[in-house]
């Protein structure tokens, strides 16, 4: 008797890899109603009027400095320090260096000011009383630059010219808040040495861009994922820990691009600054120092009693202004439309 023959089971073979297939997100298409149409033709004609309007601004400046610049030359004009249209003399980088020092003294005002009080509405502000901040710090965005500056030069100035005597005394080997002919050890120094500062109107305008800075900042935070907000405290991180580990590297791109906003703000901040600013035509680094000038400033204080060349001199130096603002403004676009603030969690 004779063994029936096994059957020999040979490995089953692995399967041919098929192509790699790029993950791409899905593309969603609407249908198309005709109820659609006046809206897309209505946001498009609002884009396309903002765009034109912005164009038509920068020809009109360029237009009417244009006398200007022919006569001082492009760089003649942005380096030269002296404002004298008339004699042939004048130039923006006494100006547009002073804008630059306020709007920057102002963005080390309004940032850290901002920051906080977002992260409190959003993260620590009773439920009770949120909805009430909110709206607080929304109205004082809307208060007129003109009351700003009457409580800086009223009320501000006054009270704040100790604080940049103190400065000066024990912070002075800093060349920022070094003050040229100013001795701490002297009792009868003078405190309009520190009057109508770069400090003085920066502590101003950061109260002003602070408002606008903080709301940016408010709804970024508020948009930062629960997934990812629940999973750090669920790991065991304390409500500071989840605030920094997922909060603010959420909210980086929209902080940024609120600090960019605000900084443009203030570069072009006009009434607030001419209240209170002693104007020098000379590059003035030492912020506590009396004496600031900015474009805006010059503009509206000369404009009433210039002759045409001199309105044509100042047309120019607005125009440069117009540029830097868009420069900054449209860098804070770019920044916040690549950031990760929007996006949400699997």
Known sequence: MTDAPTAVLEPASAPEPGPLV?????????????????????TRTAASAVLAIMLLVGVFLLLQGGQAL????????????????????????AVILGSIFIALTAIVV??????????????????Q???????????MAAVPSVVYGLWGLKALQPNITGVSQFIATWFGWIPIFHVDGFDPSDPLSSPTTF??????????VGMMVAPITCSIMREVFTQAPIGEREGALA??????????????????????????????????ETIAVALIVSPVFVVQPQILKSG?????????????????????????????LFILTLIVNFGASLVISRSRSGASSD
């Open 129 to 139: 009383i949120k909805q009430g901040l909110v709206t607080l710090v929304d109205l």
């Open 195 to 204: 009057t109508s500062s770069t400090f003085i109107i920066g502590l101003v």
């Open 292 to 320: 600031a000038n900015s474009i805006s400033a010059l503009i509206a204080l000369r404009y009433s009693e210039s002759s045409p060349f001199e309105i044509s001199a100042l047309m120019a130096a607005g125009l440069a």
């Open 70 to 93: 022919s006569a001082a030359g492009p760089l003649k004009f942005l380096t030269t320090q002296s404002w004298e249209p008339n004699s042939g003399v004048f130039g923006i980088a």
């Open 22 to 42: 790029e993950d791409k997100p899905r593309s969603l298409k609407a249908k198309s109603d005709r109820s659609d149409l006046p809206f897309r033709i209505g």
């Open 235 to 268: 790991l065991g991180a304390t409500k500071w820990g989840m605030i920094r580990r997922v909060v603010i590297p959420f909210g980086r791109g929209g902080m940024i691009g609120g600090t960019m906003l605000g900084l443009g703000r203030a570069l072009g």
């Open 110 to 127: 309004a940032v850290p000011l901002a920051t906080g009080t977002a992260l409190y509405i959003s993260e620590y502000a009773p439920r």
